[in-house]
C-alpha cells in the first residue's frame, strides 16, 4: 500500500521558517515527480512547488519564489519543503503528492496544518 507521510507543520510567526517532509512508503518514486500543494480555509487546493526525479527540474508558484526551496533524498523516498520568510498569505494545510501524470496526481499524503501568525 502507497502511503505518503507529511511532517514538520506547526505554527510559526511572520518572517519565520519551517521544512515540510513527505516519507513515502509502498514503492519507490527515485523516478517520479514529486510535488507540494496547500489549500487555505475556503479556498481550493493550490500548487506551491514540484521537482523532477533527478531534482533538475523544479518549478514553483510566484507567491513562494525565492522563499521556499524544494528537495528530495531519493534514497529515503522524501521530499522537502524549506519555507523561509513566511507570511500569514502561506496559512494552509500543506500537501504532498508524487507521481505526476498528464493530467493529474497519483499519490497524495494526508496533509500537514502550517499557520503563520502576524
Known amino acids: 500500500q502507497v502511503q505518503l507521510v507529511e511532517s514538520g507543520g506547526g505554527l510559526v510567526q511572520t518572517g519565520g521558517s519551517l521544512r515540510l517532509s513527505c516519507a513515502a512508503s509502498?514503492?519507490?518514486?527515485?523516478?517520479?515527480?514529486m510535488g507540494w500543494f496547500r489549500q487555505a480555509p475556503g479556498k481550493e487546493r493550490e500548487f506551491v512547488a514540484s521537482i523532477s526525479w533527478s531534482g533538475r527540474t523544479i518549478y514553483y508558484t510566484d507567491s513562494v519564489k525565492g522563499r521556499f526551496t524544494i528537495s528530495r533524498a531519493n534514497a529515503k523516498n522524501t521530499v522537502y519543503l524549506q519555507m523561509n520568510s513566511l507570511k500569514p498569505e502561506d496559512t494552509a494545510v500543506y500537501y504532498c503528492?508524487?507521481?505526476?501524470?498528464?493530467?493529474?496526481?497519483?499519490?497524495w499524503g494526508q496533509g500537514t496544518q502550517v499557520t503563520v501568525s502576524s
Open positions: 509502498g514503492r519507490t518514486f527515485s523516478t517520479s515527480r
Open positions: 503528492a508524487a507521481d505526476r501524470t498528464d493530467t493529474s496526481w497519483t499519490y
